[in-house]
């Protein structure tokens, strides 16, 4: 059996003027105490979904490997042949 003791944590906190303001009218308008008001907004704050992180431009960074004397490229498909063999297909 898996067993939770809820502790408060007791932490000094310091809220912009604005931020307090608000805190204090939504406490009274739900009529709850300013200490579970601003768990509240917490909790629905650090349960937001955040974007992914995207990813850097990719780029290709091409090297010249030469080409094997005889291979033509603008025929595919007898280069896959001579590449791959005939049973390619």
């Known amino acids: 059996m898996l067993s939770y003791q809820h502790q408060d944590v007791r932490t000094t906190l310091t809220l912009d003027e604005d931020v307090a303001a608000k805190l204090k009218t939504e406490a009274r308008k739900a009529g709850r105490p300013f200490k579970e008001t601003v768990n509240a907004y917490l909790r629905a ?3 937001l979904k955040r974007p992914a ?3 850097g431009a990719f ?3 091409p090297h010249d490997m030469g ?3 005889g291979v033509n490229l603008d025929k595919i498909s007898t280069l896959l042949d001579d ?3 005939p049973e390619h297909r």
Do not use: I
């Open 45 to 47: 704050g650090l349960n």
């Open 53 to 55: 992180k995207t990813a």
């Open 59 to 61: 780029r290709v960074r």
């Open 67 to 69: 080409l094997r004397p």
């Open 83 to 85: 590449v791959e063999g």
